[in-house]
């Protein structure tokens, strides 16, 4: 049953009321009715209730993604390669670009201006770090606030920042969660793929069904990476499964296009086209949608030091390592095989950002297959030559005059707090702060109220040893973190409250105490004014009917009565024997008048 309500709704919400709009062939509206109750405790629809109580439904992603992944209805033949001609490569990815994002705010932090955004400074030094182009993603045409602050691409790096519970907006700057970022960079760099892909589905396509059909048939299992494939025979595959309709306005093929455009931004396609210019495209790196598919993280890979003071990292060394590589080197070259380069100034920056120049040489030597010799006798000596001084920030009592001084000096309570530094100043201990404030009130001589140091430094995050790339982001990150995110594209379930209860038999079909049981147990003759009562009842619950016809039994789904000089039904007919409501079978439309059948009954299915 899930099928039919994928077919027509995809992943926008839908009312119990247009359920009957996902009936088909042989499965009516009462069908489906019925069949949500079971859909709902196997969690293959989920539901919401609004303010106002109405309760909305939705297929939930996972069983979106679930669906797709394994469809292989009608699979494409991929193009000869040597007949399509390249015309953007995938770019390094969306992964990269947040790793990139994450390490520049890890050392310079991301203020905010006085109406909540961020400095337009700040902004550009990150989208320096980021590979992924505007026109990558303009023609998706996101919404987001501050649209007039915010490129495309810089809104889509800072929402998966916090889609991902990785950054978290405060009142004066963006700040990164220790532990959820912890959790994504001891992830392999497939795992990440495999959420980002699913964020970039559930919240980028927008509320409308076929361009969810076409976003989605991407992922199906007949997809072979590395296989070029055109999209107009995507869309031919859609319509033979009655997915599309035969004409897809201009406005629908120039967003499908723009979606190409993106998966090609985020890493993930190329894009081409063919001798005639049809638009093309293939997986370059098709993220794996199964996490059971999801393969385990391999033995740990090195990095490797060069005596020029250059580190060689292949694409297999974690992110967890880079993210110091990052600190403590200088980037020369990012590709499938980066490149680093320990210099001076890069290890003082380090020292600059909590690290000793010994913990550098400790990360070095547990993550590289050795230090040359030169290296190391160059770190040694830099060692030796920095951290031996240092600025301190110290908090400063300063009085007017002499008088004053020598009281605070005198009094026996904040002997050990204070330390003189000349005839009116005294460096205050910040541990003695609130012991010095109730000295001052009781000599009457309470200064301003002190607010602390308005303008500390980012310090580097250190990452948290103890997690592993077991632990998912999605159930790691708080709820609050993950609402934050700006990019939801039409559907308003979300902001609504989940609703656990199933609804009861007598909710799915109304009306049930007020008509006869006969009329659902026995087939037999009826008068046509009750034949007619039945009828309208079973289009007011869109069901069935079991009519016996010229000696054999048919079920009957009518569609319309309609009122002549002796009343009809119209309605599709189908042999009763078929026990399979998704077995392929002719149907017959039909119309018939009550003297056409010697038996009636509804037909309700059980729940």
């Not at 009321?17 to 405790?41: C, I, Q, Y």
């Not at 905010?112 to 400095?119: D, F, I, M, R, S």
């Not at 210099?343 to 950002?353: D, L, V, W």
């Not at 602390?452 to 103890?466: A, D, I, M, N, T």
Request: glycine content about 6%; some cysteine; charged content about 25%.
């Amino acid at each position: 049953m899930i099928e039919w309500l994928i077919r027509k709704f995809a992943s926008s919400p839908f009312t119990l009321s247009k359920l009957n709009t996902a009936a088909a062939e042989r499965v009516s509206g009462a069908d489906l009715r019925a069949a949500l109750p079971a859909m709902l405790r196997k969690g293959e629809v989920a539901a919401v209730k609004k303010s106002w109580g109405d309760r909305l439904y939705y297929i939930p992603g996972e069983v979106l993604l679930a669906y797709w992944s394994r469809w292989d209805h009608y699979g494409l033949k991929s193009a000869d390669p040597g007949a399509v001609t390249l015309l953007q490569a995938a770019r390094p990815g969306l992964a990269t670009d947040l790793f990139r994002s994450l390490t520049w705010i890890a050392q310079h932090g991301l203020p905010l201006t006085a109406k909540g955004t961020v400095h337009q400074k700040s902004l550009h030094k990150i989208l320096e770090q980021v590979e992924l182009k505007e026109e990558d993603v303009a023609g998706l045409n996101l919404p987001y606030p501050h649209q007039e602050v915010y490129p495309a691409h810089a809104a889509v790096v800072l929402d998966m920042m916090l889609a991902l519970g990785l950054t978290r907006k405060e009142r004066g700057s963006w700040s990164l969660n220790a532990h959820e970022l912890s959790v994504w960079l001891s992830n392999s760099l497939q795992k990440m793929n495999h959420e980002l892909l699913i964020e970039v589905l559930l919240r980028y396509v927008p509320d409308d069904v076929y361009l969810s059909h076409f976003a989605f048939r991407l992922i199906a299992a007949d997809m072979e990476e590395g296989q070029w494939y055109s999209m107009q025979e995507v869309l031919a595959s859609l319509q033979v499964q009655g997915m599309l309709p035969e004409a897809i306005s201009e406005g629908k093929r120039t967003w499908m296009r723009s979606w190409l455009a993106a998966l090609s931004g985020f890493g993930w396609l190329d894009l081409g086209q063919d001798r005639e210019g049809e638009l093309m495209f293939r997986w370059s790196m098709k993220p794996v949608l199964d996490k059971q598919e999801l393969a385990d993280p391999g033995a740990v890979e090195l990095f490797y030091i060069q005596p020029d003071f250059e580190i060689i990292v292949p694409p297999e060394v974690s992110f967890q390592v880079r993210w110091e590589l990052e600190l403590c080197c200088e980037i020369v070259a990012m590709d499938v095989m980066s490149i680093y380069r320990i210099s001076r100034s890069s290890i003082e920056a380090a020292t600059q950002q909590g690290r000793s120049v010994e913990e550098v040489v400790d990360f070095l030597r547990m993550n590289s297959a050795g230090i040359p010799d030169n290296v190391l006798l160059s770190l040694t000596q830099w060692a030796k030559e920095m951290g031996r001084t240092s600025f301190a920030e110290v908090l400063l009592l300063r009085c007017k005059d002499e008088e004053a001084a020598r009281r605070i000096a005198a009094h026996p309570g904040v002997k050990d707090k204070l330390e003189p530094i000349g005839p009116l100043d005294f460096i205050v201990d910040p541990a003695g702060v609130d012991k010095v404030e109730k000295v001052l009130a009781e000599l009457n001589l309470t200064p301003p109220k002190w607010r602390g140091s308005e303008s500390q430094e980012p310090r580097y995050l250190r990452l948290e040893p103890e997690v592993g790339s077991t632990e998912s982001i999605r159930s790691s990150r708080p709820d609050s973190d993950a609402q934050q995110a700006w990019i939801y594209n039409g559907r308003g379930y979300q902001f609504y409250e989940r609703d656990l209860s199933i609804p009861r038999r007598e909710q799915l079909f109304p009306g049930m105490q007020d008509i006869p049981g006969v009329w659902l147990r026995e087939l037999r003759t009826y008068h046509a004014s009750t034949a007619r009562r039945m009828i309208e009842q079973a289009l007011q619950w869109n069901t069935k009917l079991m009519l016996q016809v010229e000696g054999r039994l048919v079920e009957f789904i009518p569609d319309r009565l309609e009122e002549e000089e002796q009343w009809r039904i119209h309605g599709r007919l189908f042999e009763a024997e078929q026990d399979s409501l998704d077995a392929e079978e002719p149907q017959q439309e039909v119309e018939l008048s009550p003297d056409q059948w010697d038996g009636m009954r509804i037909l309700l299915p059980e729940i």
